[in-house]
Nanobody, 123 residues
Framework: HVQLVESGGGLVQPGGSLRLSCASS????????MAWFRQAPGKGREGVAS??????RYDYSVEGRFTVSRDNDKNTLALQMNSLKPEDTAMYYC???????????????????WGQGTQVTVS
């Protein structure tokens, strides 16, 4: 039984920072592809960042501002978000798949397990 629970979302001013966390059970974050997605009203779900055996990947829109990491001791996934922009406003989702490697592109159809999301608002 895989459970992913996001936390850390909130309201921040442009240029501010937030750190999202994903508490995981039933799956070992250090051995699987883990990813962050986001979805804004009226838009599709977009891949933000992933981390797996092959390293990290980022969408161009967040490259240089966001950092994805894993704490294997705590079995958690994190997304450090700096220099936030209004266009970063979205519901952010943690996702996982039972693969060691993530694919080149961060696509929602490649991830089988999902959390409920945490809202990030930059205004």
């Amino acid at each position: 039984h895989v459970q992913l629970v996001e936390s850390g979302g909130g309201l921040v001013q442009p240029g501010g920072s937030l750190r999202l966390s994903c508490a995981s059970s039933g799956i070992t974050v250090g051995l699987n592809c883990m990813a962050w997605f986001r979805q804004a009203p009226g838009k599709g779900r977009e891949g933000v960042a992933s981390i797996g055996r092959g390293g990290t990947r980022y969408d161009y829109s967040v490259e240089g501002r966001f950092t994805v990491s894993r704490d294997n001791d705590k079995n958690t996934l994190a997304l450090q978000m700096n220099s936030l922009k209004p266009e970063d406003t979205a519901m952010y989702y943690c996702a996982a798949d039972r693969r060691a490697f993530c694919y080149k592109y961060i696509r929602s159809t490649d991830l089988n397990y999902w959390g409920q999301g945490t809202q990030v608002t930059v205004s």
